[in-house]
């Protein structure tokens, strides 16, 4: 009796079943290198084609994207690092913590600014989309669960965010391998040694946890 292995290519990315292992497919771009330090090179072109970009690009969110889609894990295709931390795909932000549909604030850090204003020392949410942790706690909580949910702590093959404050916004993401107590193992693209988000490659990269503003949770 035959196997068959379905699979739709998607651009020019396989769209592989969504139990294939995110983490495998991401780790297996370890080592891939810009052909001329230009945004360019056939993997870093491959990212780039997934999310409608061109050579020369910057790629670290075309990365993220073409492994998800890789893993049959639907996306937002995007080049850009914001669109990849969308409210309800947020599971961990710098400085807060999620309380059911609460977000508070600690550590003394400041609220980022869009659709939240902070009275006194609550931060009141305004979206009306739950986050992915707001709805995994409304269901443990009607199972009269009241511990926060562990799973929305973050984990291999979470996408994380950089905030760089000349820019206005995140613009450097990659993918969480491992999170700790003050640092997490990552995997990223468009980095380099030093952990510049203009670099030349896939790298492996050990980051503070404090200098990550947000992560996010896909599918």
């Given amino acids: 009796m035959k196997t068959i292995i379905s699979f739709i290519l998607l651009g020019s990315v ?9 983490q495998q497919i991401y780790t297996a ?3 891939v290198r810009e052909a001329t330090g230009r945004n360019d090179g056939n993997s870093v ?5 997934y999310v409608g970009l061109k050579k020369g690009d910057p790629w670290c969110a075309a990365f993220v994207c073409y492994c998800l889609g890789k893993a049959g894990i639907a996306n937002p295709r995007t080049g850009y690092c914001p669109v990849l931390f969308a409210r309800e795909k947020v599971i961990w932000t710098r400085g807060l913590k ?19 204003k902070v009275e006194g020392s609550r931060l009141k949410v305004e979206s009306a989309k739950p986050s992915t942790c707001d709805l995994q706690n ?7 669960n009241s511990s926060r ?20 916004r995140i613009a450097h993401v990659g ?3 491992e999170w700790g107590d003050k640092y997490a193992i990552t995997v990223e ?3 380099n040694e030093a952990g510049s988000r203009e670099g030349d490659g896939v790298y492996r990269k050990r980051r503070l946890i404090s200098s990550i503003y947000k992560v996010a949770r896909y599918p």
């Fill in 189 to 191: 693209g468009n980095t």
């Fill in 45 to 49: 072109e491959g990212y780039l084609r």
């Fill in 149 to 168: 949910n562990p799973s929305c702590n973050p984990s291999s093959g979470d996408v994380f965010g950089i905030y760089f404050p000349e820019k206005g």
């Fill in 98 to 116: 999620v309380e059911g549909s609460r977000l508070k604030v600690e550590s003394g850090l400041g609220a980022e600014s869009g659709k939240q």
């Fill in 14 to 22: 396989a769209l592989w079943p969504a139990t294939h292992n995110l």
């Fill in 175 to 177: 993918f969480v391998d």
């Fill in 138 to 144: 409304t269901t443990h909580n009607s199972s009269h």
């Fill in 29 to 31: 771009e370890l080592g």
